[in-house]
């Protein structure tokens, strides 16, 4: 009876050490499937546009590896151990490939952000006047090239080829590494964010008090007082900062607060979790209102090739559209859609 016992238990210790990886790799399969699917939400909630930039393909190319990842996990966790074109895949390798998208994610995030900013600015002063293809070309190019050039750096590292040595000797465990880029580029944002917020917090509280809903053209607007002093110019980077504000904070306020929450606490998150395609939009929006406050004295109400944001209509911000006699107002008003 003893030796049953005992026979019982090394049984049970022995299932139970060949539950744990599996039990692991169910949890990162379950957390890629949950970014895929917020991808695809993410994606399918944006505005449909038909203007060109870096940042959408960039998106695009997200949710792709995205899928991929989770295919090899599917595909390795099913089979376990098997050997395709002359290399054998274990769960292991599960692991190894999520590390390697781990690090080359966390490494993109500054190069993504110089990237846009550097497309926006070139879009807005109209330096380049390349056609739709050649466009379209030119972004499924440079995406190619930045992860391409990116991947090539994290597998050329020594110090990150010996990280990822050392997981085949010590392959119980599976340390995700965690981007000091996004750390510092989130707190950016909102040190920006926050310093914009004081400078005209008086003018964004009232703008706030004084708001109003209404349907217009079958949309849903906001709309405020409109000032009729005769130095309130469309130009002025002071009438059109809590303007910007309010129209960013009205779209993405529960992320800026969630980035706040984030830092204060040091919330560490892995990279692979980390660079998803909400945070890609968020820095896109950051960015065109950046753009579009330095650049506020070219602004051209008629052009339509402005840089459009899929989530935030910052154009309606700097159209002055009069309505009389809306909710018999006594005094003009100006149109913002958030």
């Known amino acids: 009876m003893t030796a049953l016992s005992s ?6 210790y022995q299932l139970h050490q060949a539950n744990q990886p599996l039990d692991g790799n169910c949890l990162l399969f379950l957390i890629i499937l949950g970014k895929i699917l ?6 399918g909630m944006r505005r449909k546009i038909t203007y060109q930039n870096f940042m959408e393909y960039f998106c695009i190319s997200l949710a792709f590896i ?3 990842l989770l295919v090899n996990i599917s595909i390795i966790s099913y089979f376990r151990d098997f050997v395709l074109l002359g290399i054998r895949f274990t769960k292991y390798h599960i692991c190894l490939f999520t590390q390697i998208i781990s690090f ?4 993109l995030h500054y190069p993504v952000f110089l990237i846009a900013c550097i497309d926006y600015y070139l879009n807005f002063s109209k330096t380049t006047k390349l056609g739709f293809k050649c ?3 030119f972004y499924f190019l440079t995406v190619i090239l930045i992860w391409v050039s990116v991947l090539a750096y ?6 990150i080829y010996q990280s990822l040595k050392a997981q085949n000797v010590y392959s119980y465990q599976c340390p995700f590494y965690i981007s000091i880029q996004s750390y510092w580029l989130s707190f950016s944002m909102v040190t920006v964010l926050f310093m914009a917020f004081l400078t005209s917090r008086a003018e964004v509280i009232a703008l706030v008090q004084a708001v109003r809903m209404t349907s217009y053209m079958n949309e849903t607007i906001l709309y405020f007082p409109f000032s009729s002093h ?20 009205g779209t993405w306020l529960p992320f800026v607060l969630l980035q706040v ?8 998150i892995p990279a692979y979790i980390e660079m998803n395609i909400p945070w890609l939009y968020f820095v896109n929006s950051f960015l065109i209102a950046t753009v579009y406050w330095f650049n506020c004295h070219k602004l051209n109400l008629r052009d339509f090739a402005l840089p459009v944001d899929p989530f935030v209509n910052w154009k309606c911000c700097f159209i002055p559209l009069t309505i009389q006699n809306l909710e018999q107002t006594e005094k003009p008003i100006s149109i913002i859609i958030c």
């Open 38 to 43: 917020l991808n695809i939400l993410t994606l």
């Open 261 to 268: 929450i984030i830092l204060l606490l040091k919330v560490q």
């Open 7 to 12: 026979e019982n238990c090394s049984f049970q």
């Open 66 to 68: 995205d899928l991929l």
């Open 154 to 159: 994290v597998l050329g590292d020594p110090a």
């Open 135 to 137: 466009q379209k070309l």
């Open 230 to 249: 005769p130095s309130y110019t469309l130009s002025s980077k002071k009438t059109l900062l809590p303007k910007f504000i309010i129209c960013f904070l």
């Open 104 to 107: 080359t994610y966390g490494f």
